[in-house]
């Protein structure tokens, strides 16, 4: 490119040699993009095209000269990476700043014009068979031409595209063209939160009504080569079936009955390929084998087989806490019987993993036999509540909602996936959502899923906001191609139709949900319970009543309003969103802008704004709980908005602008798209004035200080507060009849006024440790909140300790108070034995009179739950009797300090050190890992918190963990240092 193009380029996007474009990210890791790839097609030869195995890619445009240079044309042309998106190839080029930093992300003066990725491919000799050109996922219309030929157009983020490009493709070079079009009609499937959602940069651009944010080949290329009289296979689908009673207890080796795999090949074979032999077997991993040959039919076609899985030949695959996860391979192999010798291999394998449980979606009380007998012939669903049997015991299911780890595609990381589950599971998860507003994740996610025990409630994707489904032969192909994809995956134990939106049967624009959407996926998978929609209140028709299983009968729901079952007064509900909270007292996209108190009450207040009251201290009431008696599942709730670290937040902003107020005036008004005027966090979604005011009041310092200090104090007290939020709320619905917990949300997909207890997990980008960094909610996830065993209190002296194991528990309780004056010693208020049945859902009531005289400004309370097994500490919950900011806290003085070990594999120790009692101590490096425990309560003189790091434990990243170790606490801010 000629020098003065480039320097056009850069003026047109405000961009100059010098100026503050944001940080860099580290270098790509090509082996992580290799991680994140989908199966490939099941065929001789696969060759793959992507920038990993040496391939070039180029992104060109032209870009009208301004008025200023006469009569030009300035092309731009940069070097892609693919998989990848064109924002990200930009800043890759040093042509764009950071999109993440201040307000980047609202250029859209490059990207969302027209760019052309373009490649070229050697063939060494021309085969005598037949080559696929194949497209795992392309982002945004696309017209797709080899050698000049055009051979399609992709409109499909959610489809993989092949094209018989045989006759095209030429001995020497061959050119690859994928043209971006904004005329080419998508019907807006690409991620629904592309572009902006209320925890996601708002671009301020659009296209067919939906918001748009970047564009590219954002999955793997690749060749498939078959030779002739050979089909590919398209896709390997097994799925496991359980042909035993249906057990309303758990399962044992003893009562387990048989399974079965059922596999389905889908084969597609060329024209010139029609009528040969094909000899499919199938293969499990536990013995299982069935063979086949069937003569192939031009085009699609599929054939299913059947692998027995008789009782005692395979282990039971149980959720993570309540048993091991034994995976199990089924492999599938073509060949040609006429064409090879036997001793010659097949020319397609195929391989996917599997297990064994059972699962059932219960909405009725089967803990009563005739109601088992009455069901095992019905179809619908009940209301009496909704819950899982995973293996016939109960599970409570406790976890969040994911969301896509990154707008720009291009920036998606196997290992911060891999680690975002395993962050999950660490903190006592058993379940996540994927939600529907985003995208079908990458199959390292799911895999990740299988092996460490998480299940998975899917939504389909879609959602409001201009995503919403038509019965298109694309979007058909979309959901056969997803279900194909994801179906052998034991994880997934419910899918549902959409994101919020209400099935009802007599409107068009949402029955399609049940008469297409779920019925091309009952058609497809039969082996798992179905859902209209997330949240919903069941079906009418189509499903067994038992487990909420397809039965083969057309789908309907009993839905008559298009509103949620939550807002209808009086309407009984099995499934709820809400409440939630939302950041107020600062003008922003999100969120509202007065403290003044306010909530939706419908029928009970699901939504909370301004100076909310803080639910400190609870107020509990004892009722029995059981999946015998009327219960309900939240699986978006509660939620309450957070920003993220100093370390996670700062880089994405200049010194300048450090502050929650943004050390610049207050917009007068804020929508989705813009603000009257300029302030960067004003556009990071929510504030957090109210939540910090409602927990520390005057003690929180001014919320408009500028300046490192000032927004580390503001961050900090921000991030305690959401975690009180949340923390107060589920122990009060752990004390009612609730089996699922499903927390608004996991982790977030850019560094802002967000909802994640899991801060932006992309190692590369400066300050983001991989997965993310935990905030303290993730940390009282682990210690207390989602705890199998907790107990908790209120100020009238009323406990309860709740049993969520299948199992029975025995240990013990104790129930400790620590003066802030004192120097720390905990006094036993109560100590007793316990003795729970097995759960979930079992508690116990207990009253501790001595708990009423405590002075909840002067000490803090804390149950400890034991376990007499091996005498391990199930469950440790600091119980504040009043808000952090009505506490009479002493100044702790708190350091902290990293311990050199001998050698980098020993433990890494942070050494704490405190002159009084610190509440909710937290500890922050740049290092990526997680700390053994963290924002607690720590005594005097202080103690020792391993650091366990998540990346190679090496001199440099030990080096990294102590230089960047820092320490605060709740009186840091009240008496700063002089």
């Known amino acids: 490119m000629r020098l003065s193009s480039r320097i056009l380029v850069l003026a047109v996007l405000g961009v100059c040699s010098g100026a503050d474009t944001g940080p860099t990210l580290s270098p790509l890791d090509p082996e992580d993009k290799v991680a994140l790839r989908d199966h490939p097609v099941g065929c001789r030869t696969v060759r793959y095209l992507d920038s990993a195995d040496g391939q070039v890619w180029w992104a060109g445009m032209s870009v009208p000269n301004d008025a200023s240079v006469t009569n030009e044309t300035a092309s731009l042309r940069v070097l892609a990476d693919v998989p990848g998106d064109i924002i990200s190839d930009l800043h890759a080029a040093g042509v764009i700043g950071n999109p993440l930093y201040e307000f980047n992300f609202k250029n859209s003066s490059l990207w969302l014009k027209d760019w052309t990725y373009s490649t070229n491919v050697t063939v060494t000799e021309k085969t005598e068979g037949t080559s696929l050109l194949v497209f795992d996922g392309v982002k945004m219309g696309a017209e797709i031409s080899v050698n000049g030929v055009v051979v399609g157009n992709a409109t499909d983020q959610f489809l993989r595209y092949q094209f018989d490009v045989s006759s095209l493709l030429v001995v020497g070079n061959n050119s690859i063209e994928v043209a971006f079009r904004s005329e080419i009609d998508c019907n807006a499937r690409w991620m629904a939160c592309t572009g902006g959602w209320d925890w996601a940069p708002y671009s301020g651009t659009s296209q067919e009504g939906a918001a748009t944010f970047s564009k590219g080949i954002w999955k793997s290329v690749y060749l498939a080569v078959l030779h002739p009289e050979e089909a590919a296979v398209m896709h390997l689908v097994p799925q496991v079936f359980y042909n035993g009673a249906y057990p309303s207890q758990p399962l044992t080796s003893q009562t387990t009955g048989d399974f079965e795999v059922r596999t389905r090949v889908h084969l597609w074979t060329p024209p010139s390929s029609a009528g040969s032999r094909i000899e499919l077997s199938i293969n499990g991993s536990w013995g299982a084998q069935n063979t086949t040959t069937i003569t192939a039919q031009p085009g699609d076609s599929n054939v299913t087989l059947i692998l027995a899985a008789p009782k005692g030949s395979v282990a039971l695959w149980w959720p993570v806490g309540s048993g091991e ?85 291009g920036w998606l990381h196997a290992g911060a996936h891999r680690e975002m589950v395993s962050s999950s599971v660490n903190a006592n998860f058993n379940m996540l959502r994927v939600w529907g507003g985003g995208m079908f994740l990458p199959e390292v996610f799911y895999d990740a899923c299988d092996e460490a025990g998480i299940l998975i409630y899917h939504d389909m994707q879609y959602a409001q906001n201009g995503h919403a489904p038509q019965n298109t032969i694309t979007q058909r192909a979309e959901i056969q191609h997803q279900v194909r994809r994801l179906s052998h995956h034991p994880s997934i134990v419910l899918i549902d139709g959409c994101n919020e939106c209400t099935v009802v049967m007599t409107d068009p624009t949402t029955s399609i949900y049940a008469t297409f959407v779920l019925t091309v996926l009952a058609e497809e998978d039969a082996s798992r319970p ?245 905030k303290p909610l993730h940390y009282w996830y682990r210690q207390s909140i989602f705890a199998d065993v907790l107990a908790s209190c209120d100020t009238t002296g009323l406990c309860y300790v709740k049993n969520d194991r299948h199992v029975a528990f025995t240990g013990t309780l104790t129930i400790n108070h620590t003066e802030f004056t004192s120097l720390g010693v905990p006094t036993t208020l109560h100590a007793q034995d316990l003795k729970l049945s097995a759960g979930a859902g079992v508690i116990q009531w207990i009253h501790v009179p001595q708990l009423t005289a405590v002075d909840g400004t002067r000490g803090i309370v804390e149950a400890i739950v034991t376990d007499a097994v091996d005498g391990s500490m199930v469950s440790t919950n600091l119980i504040p009797f009043v808000t952090p900011g009505q506490m009479r806290l002493l100044p702790a003085n708190a350091t902290v300090q990293a311990e050199t070990p001998l050698d980098v594999n020993e433990d890494w120790v942070a050494k704490v050190f405190v002159e009084h009692v610190s509440l909710y101590l937290t500890l922050t490096t740049l290092t990526s890992g997680r700390f053994e425990t963290n924002a607690v309560l720590i005594r005097p003189p202080g103690r020792q918190i391993k650091f366990l790091p998540s990346v190679n434990r090496t001199k440099a990243a030990f080096e990294m963990f102590a230089r960047s170790l820092r320490v605060e606490d709740v009186s840091r801010y009240r008496f700063p240092a002089k």
Request: net charge negative.
């Open 325 to 409: 996860q034994p995976m199990y391979v089924v492999s599938a192999t073509a060949s040609n019987p006429t064409q090879f010798s036997t001793e010659e291999l097949p020319y397609a394998v195929s391989s996917r993993s599997v297990a064994f449980r059972t699962v059932a979606l219960v909405t009725g009380n089967d803990t009563d036999p005739d109601y088992v007998s009455r069901a095992a012939n019905e179809e619908g669903t009940e209301l009496h509540g909704m819950l899982f049997r995973i293996n016939g015991a109960v599970i409570f299911c406790r976890g969040a909602n994911v969301v896509p780890m990154d707008e720009m595609e």
């Open 530 to 774: 179905i859902w209209p929609s997330c949240p919903a209140k069941g079906w009418s028709t189509g499903v067994h009543k038992l487990t909420s299983m397809p039965n083969g009968n057309p789908l309907t729901t009993p839905d008559t309003k298009s509103i949620r079952c939550s807002q209808i007064p009086g309407a009984l509900c099995v499934e709820v969103h809400r409440p939630k909270w939302l950041g107020s007292g600062f003008t922003a996209v999100n969120g509202h802008s007065s403290l003044s108190p306010g909530h939706a009450n419908m029928p009970w207040p699901w939504l909370w704004w301004g100076e909310f009251p803080s639910s400190i201290p609870l107020q509990l009431s004892e009722r029995p709980l059981g999946p015998q008696f009327r219960n309900n599942f939240s699986s978006e709730s509660p939620g309450a908005t957070v920003m993220s670290s100093f370390e996670s937040m700062s880089p994405t902003l200049h010194s300048e602008h450090w502050g929650l107020h943004g050390g610049a005036p207050e917009p007068a008004s804020c929508s989705k798209v813009r603000c009257s005027t300029q302030n960067a966090m004003s556009q990071r979604n929510y504030p957090c004035d109210s939540e910090i005011i409602v927990y520390f009041g005057n003690t929180s310092g001014p919320l408009s200080d500028t300046g490192e200090q000032a927004f580390k104090r503001q961050l900090f007290y921000c991030m305690i507060a959401q975690g009180l939020v949340v923390k107060q709320n589920i122990e009060d619905t752990r004390a009612q009849n609730r089996f699922g917990t499903l927390v608004w949300q996991l982790n977030e997909i850019w560094p802002t006024g967000g909802w994640g207890s899991l801060e932006y997990g992309n190692p590369r980008f400066p300050g983001q440790v991989l997965g993310g960094r935990w």
